[in-house]
């Protein structure tokens, strides 16, 4: 089991002795999203994988979040935000800008990145390093940017 997968077992068990219902429900359906991939990949999953998991939930609950916003409903919005809260609780420390634009221009440097078609190699590169970190859509659009 990974490493993430170790603290967010220790984490459900906490929940589950303090009774605490909702983030127990958040941290239960991590689990579920972990445990479906690895059934569906035949294989454990490392950090790597866990990482890209939890930053697609973040980001899907995000999208919940405008959607709920946007139709007036604030507290189906509260209900996401605080599902966010406790997934971020496994993601890594985030980036600030200025370490955002630092890593694109090294990638860019690295790969030796012209134009806007060199953009997979540069984000090939960006990924591992930014997975769960940044929003890679932001990410991405940085590397159009210092490309154009």
């Known amino acids: 089991m990974s490493e993430l997968g170790t603290q967010l077992s220790d984490a459900v068990k906490a929940a589950m002795r303090a009774g605490d219902k909702p983030r127990l429900g958040t941290l239960r359906m991590i689990s579920a999203a972990i445990k479906q991939k690895e059934v569906d990949e035949r294989r454990t999953l490392d950090d790597a994988d866990v990482l890209a998991i939890l930053d697609k939930m973040v980001k899907q609950r995000r999208e919940s979040i405008e959607q709920y916003e946007a139709a007036g409903r604030a507290e189906l919005a509260a209900a996401e935000k605080a599902e966010i809260e406790v997934i971020g609780e496994f993601l890594p420390k985030a980036l600030d800008e200025a370490e955002i634009d630092a890593r694109v221009a090294a990638a860019i440097e690295q790969t030796a990145a012209e134009s806007?078609?060199?953009?997979g190699r540069v984000m090939?590169?960006?990924?591992?390093?930014?997975?769960?970190?940044?929003?890679?859509?932001?990410?991405?659009?940085r590397v159009k940017q210092h490309l154009a």
Do not use: E, T, Y
Request: hydrophobic letters at 50%; charged letters at 25%; zero cysteines.
């Open 116 to 119: 806007v078609r060199d953009m």
């Open 124 to 141: 090939a590169v960006l990924k591992p390093q930014m997975q769960g970190r940044a929003d890679m859509s932001a990410v991405s659009a």
